[in-house]
């Protein structure tokens, strides 16, 4: 597609976000911001992680140039002042706030200005890689987008931890669009205050109750729910029966949350993640062809389809990716249980059998 064609497509947004820290969302986010760079995508990767900021690291970056922190603390520095090109042609970097101080919690009208300047970048990807937790700038971050990607690991305590974490989001997502609005302020809270974990409410109910105390804003809040999809990467995946994982989240998100979860794809656990964020190095220049690198390649040229189509194209296709393919295809890579997890060699092996045998 041709620039004057790309020219006012807003770029995907693509928050990278999940329950917990430590899951893997900054190193999703810098591998695969490289990877759709190198397919020849415009992208800027942001470190949005304030309070945590650590992105440069895994990207090899020396941490020396203001970032998002400057510009939610200044009154005159814009975006576009802190986008820097490094590594490729086509690849952007913002830092956090590891600079400054004291930016976690800015205010809503500082946040809106700044969400509002992402979605205005000249790039085909923004990615931004968020904090732990559910934090309200957590959230305000997570919502820019609708197609933004959840992290989860597969066990049972982070299902768990997903499920709340989108949850906290949908609430978010109706509070701001029913800002001021008291009667229906008031149904969010008492649903919100309901016990945590799935089966405590049912969106259903909670958008009767919407509809009930203001008539027409409970079909406003189903149109709310209904656009948005949250891609799901299962990240570390070791064995066949992890899968179970995210089947299991799909259904509650579907079930209690009317959310549709899609299914984005699956990364492998692979000691080079740990081994390139000790080098200071990208997983993908440390070894291009490792497992974890491979699944990020398949990741980026799922999410390339959309580039130059906008956001509304995208979510329109809705994502043909299911999990239970995965486990299918893949399969064979995967030790049964209570087997070792093979080595990286016996891995690259048996993706090289697969894909040969595709
Ligand atoms: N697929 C993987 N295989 C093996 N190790 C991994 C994988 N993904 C992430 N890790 C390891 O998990 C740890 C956490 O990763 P990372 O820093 O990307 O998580 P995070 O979700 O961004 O954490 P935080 O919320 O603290 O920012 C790191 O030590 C990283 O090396
Ligand atoms: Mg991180």
Redesign the pocket.
């Known amino acids: 597609m041709s620039a004057q064609a790309r020219a006012g497509i807003s770029p995907i947004v693509l928050p990278v976000g999940?329950g917990?820290?430590?899951?893997?969302?900054?190193?999703?986010?810098?591998n695969l911001g490289l990877a759709l760079a190198r397919l020849e995508h415009r992208v800027v990767v942001l470190d949005a992680?304030l309070g945590?900021s650590?992105?440069h690291n895994?990207l090899g970056l020396d941490n020396d140039r203001p970032g998002l922190g400057e510009v939610l603390v200044s009154r005159d520095l814009g975006l576009k002042q802190v986008v820097a090109p490094v590594l490729e042609p086509r690849f952007s970097f913002v830092p956090g706030d590891a600079m400054v101080v004291a930016t976690a919690n800015p205010s809503f009208q500082k946040k809106r200005k700044l969400l509002n300047a992402i979605k205005a970048l000249e790039a085909d990807f923004a990615l931004l890689?968020?904090?732990?937790?559910t934090s309200i700038t957590v959230m305000d971050f997570y919502l820019t987008s609708p197609l933004s990607l959840v992290?989860m690991l597969p066990e049972r305590p982070a299902v768990l931890n997903t499920f709340n974490f989108l949850k906290n989001a949908l609430f978010r997502a109706l509070e701001r669009i029913f800002r001021g609005n008291a009667a229906t302020e008031r149904v969010l809270t008492v649903f919100r205050e309901r016990s945590r974990g799935p089966g405590a409410m049912l969106v259903e109910d909670l958008l009767a109750a919407i509809e009930k105390a203001r008539p027409g804003e409970g079909l406003r809040a189903r149109r709310a729910v209904e656009r948005w999809r949250p891609k799901l990467v299962l990240?570390?995946?070791r064995r066949v029966d992890d899968f179970a994982y995210a089947s299991q989240l799909m259904g509650w998100a579907r079930r209690d949350l009317g959310l549709l979860v899609e299914a984005l794809g699956f990364?492998?656990?692979?000691?080079?993640?740990?081994e390139?964020?000790a080098l200071g190095r990208p997983a993908l220049d440390v070894d291009p062809r490792a497992p974890?690198c491979q699944?990020v390649a398949r990741l980026a040229l799922s999410i390339g389809q959309w580039a130059g189509r906008g956001a509304d194209w995208a979510l329109s296709r809705g994502h043909e990716g299911s999990f239970e393919r995965a486990a299918t295809e893949f399969a064979p890579l995967f030790p049964p249980p209570g087997t070792a997890w093979p080595t990286r060699e016996e891995l690259l092996r048996r993706i090289r059998e697969l894909e040969g045998g595709a």
């Open positions: 999940g917990k820290g430590g899951i893997g969302k900054s190193a999703v986010t810098a992680d945590g650590d992105l895994l890689d968020l904090g732990a937790g992290v990240n570390r995946v990364l492998p656990e692979d000691d080079l993640v740990a390139a964020a974890f699944g």
